[in-house]
């Protein structure tokens, strides 16, 4: 498929309203498709339907909580009417996370995740297969993560989240092994420099900041259109998604080592007061794609993880050698 076919493709996109799913619909918008903005925050929406209409593409914007079934169901109608009964691609981005202890985090907090995070994205699955079945076509993108392979500490709900992503997309290709024009596909990235750590929820007590280096959202978006032109059921983006996964695969002991080097980090962070963020809400500051993170990196963290690949690397030539 060429970049042309496209135009005029009904894509859906939850979580457009900043970050990697805004990114991705400016990036469809560039090829002309007609996109669907789905995420709590309508003003937000209003301001990227604006940008991908000056882009050249089609929007729609539909309010959405995709922790709500019935809002989810409204989504796809109104997709559905956009697209004179055609959806072509879903994307399943909207995700929220929450820092913290875990026995100090609300169970409501963990909840919340979880809601949006996985079940959030079997909703979404739900209501757009009966129109690909009816279609015989339709491509499924679901926006997973590094820490779907590599655990992560004090965001437990989160990590439950998407491990379970992973074992949700693998089932759903085994269920629709008879539908051959229905592709279920997962996006990989490593560590995304959006608005979502500054947005989340913050129960540790700290200020929270993430691990260079980071990924430019706009790498994901041309991911999806990747996967949109050429499905597959796997892809990463950034090399450190890759690493890291290798890491953990080959070094003992690397999921207490995670998390002694996290409660160290977040001991050593300055003090804030607790913050529930953008779960039960949409987030108050400004809506964008960039977090404005890679600006602040620091040299001395790129190295920490560049040591904890080596320790990983390490961890397998020591493996081969008792063998």
């Given amino acids: 498929m060429t970049e042309n076919r496209l135009e005029g493709a009904v894509v859906v996109i939850t979580g457009a309203s900043s970050g990697i799913g805004r ?13 669907v903005l789905a995420a709590r925050d ?39 009417e956009f697209g004179q009964g055609r959806i072509d691609i879903w994307i399943n981005n909207a995700g929220v996370g929450a820092v913290g202890t875990f ?47 590599v655990p992560q500490p004090f965001a437990v709900a ?21 539908w051959p ?15 979502g750590f500054r947005d989340g ?11 260079p280096p980071l990924c430019d959202p706009r790498q994901v978006a041309e991911a999806m259109i990747s996967l949109a032109l050429h499905p597959r059921h796997t892809t990463s983006v950034g090399m450190v998604a890759t690493l890291l996964r290798f890491a953990h695969f080959v070094t003992p002991g690397f999921n207490q080592l995670s998390g002694l080097l996290t409660g160290a980090a977040l001991r050593r962070a300055d003090r804030v007061a607790p913050s529930s963020g953008n779960l039960f809400h949409p987030a108050l500051g400004q809506r964008r794609i960039d977090g404005g993170w890679r600006k602040d990196s620091h040299p001395q963290r790129t190295l920490m993880l560049a040591g904890g690949v080596a320790v990983g690397v390490v961890g397998l030539l020591l493996c081969c050698r008792k063998r």
């Fill in 103 to 149: 026995d100090e985090t609300p169970l409501d907090a963990h909840e919340q995740v979880v809601q949006t995070d996985l079940i959030g994205y079997l909703r979404g699955a739900h209501v757009v297969l009966p129109y690909f079945k009816q279609q015989n076509a339709g491509i499924l993108i679901n926006t997973l993560s590094v820490g779907s392979w």
């Fill in 42 to 80: 309508e003003e937000a929406l209003q301001e990227a339907a604006e940008e991908c209409w000056a882009l050249g593409g089609e929007a729609l914007v539909v309010p959405t909580d995709t922790t709500l079934s019935d809002s989810v169901e409204q989504l796809a109608t109104a997709a559905a």
């Fill in 23 to 35: 990114a991705t619909a400016q990036a469809f918008a560039r090829r002309r498709a007609r996109v």
């Fill in 158 to 178: 989160y990590s439950a989240s998407k491990f379970g992503l992973r074992g949700f997309s693998q089932a759903l290709r085994g269920e629709l092994a008879q």
């Fill in 181 to 195: 024009g229905i592709h279920v596909c997962d996006v990989y990235p490593s560590v995304v420099d959006t608005p």
């Fill in 201 to 211: 929820g913050n129960y540790a007590g700290r200020s929270l900041q993430p691990p």
